[in-house]
């Protein structure tokens, strides 16, 4: 994030303290959401004014003309749910912020919320500050993601990019490189190798070598599995 789109988020973090924060809880466990709204209530700028055990009467209560600015949606609620839901309110209520409260903790359900309209997600597990916090976020034009998420999301993206970039190194080598290649691991000879392509001895220990050099390995073997760990041969 750029250092002036911070500080702009953070001003406007600031000045939301002032202004109320009226929200609508979508969730259908009576125990979970008595404990949100306490947990909620207890800020002096934050109020919970509706509560819905499913997205119709969610639907309902803002058609009411209730003041809401802010929804927090179950996904897995009976009849309309969570989804169907977001989508709904980010299409006939276009200030509405959305933030889902979800047990769901898959990747997948993450960017169908957002694709769908949502501006924020958290596990049920988190604290009552990161709370309170993406709430507030949400309303200073933010997005949230939980800190769970987003760490365990970075960590995935980080691996790949590593993986990607351990791939990337065999990009330079033919399509008849990593067809020896491939035939090395299973472990032809290059007599064999060669009467496999359709080519010469000679060739193949070029083919060979060649991958050898491009790997910076010493030997076959090694060759073979610098090949494995890197993805190339499963």
């Not at 909620?40 to 209560?61: F, P, T, W």
């Not at 979800?102 to 949502?118: I, L, P, T």
């Not at 491939?182 to 010469?200: D, M, P, Q």
């Amino acid at each position: 994030m750029r250092t002036s789109t911070f500080r702009s988020l953070l001003l406007r973090l600031i000045l939301i303290t002032d202004i109320l924060i009226s929200v609508l809880l979508a969730e259908d466990h009576n125990i979970v959401r008595n404990g949100i709204k306490s947990l909620l209530d207890s800020e002096s700028n934050i109020s919970v004014v509706g509560e819905a055990a499913n997205g119709k009467e969610a639907i309902r209560i803002l058609e009411d003309n209730t003041p809401i600015n802010l929804a927090i949606v179950d996904l897995n609620m009976p009849g309309m749910g969570g989804s169907e839901l977001i989508q709904y309110l980010s299409s006939n209520f276009k200030a509405l912020k959305i933030l889902v409260l979800s047990m769901s903790d898959h990747e997948k359900y993450v960017s169908e919320s957002f694709n769908a309209g949502a501006h924020g997600y958290l596990l049920k597990n988190v604290s009552r500050d990161e709370l309170v916090f993406a709430v507030k976020h949400l309303m200073a034009d933010g997005q949230y993601i939980c800190s769970e998420l987003s760490l365990r999301m970075l960590s995935k993206l980080a691996n790949h990019e590593v993986a990607q970039t351990e791939i990337d190194g065999f990009a330079d080598f033919t399509k008849r490189e990593l067809e020896v290649l491939k035939l090395i691991a299973e472990g032809y000879t290059n007599n064999e190798i060669a009467e496999k392509l359709f080519t010469s001895r000679r060739t193949v220990e070029g083919h060979r070598q060649s991958l050898i050099e491009k790997t910076g390995v010493s030997n076959s073997a090694a060759l073979i599995m610098h090949a494995f760990r890197n993805g190339i041969i499963k």
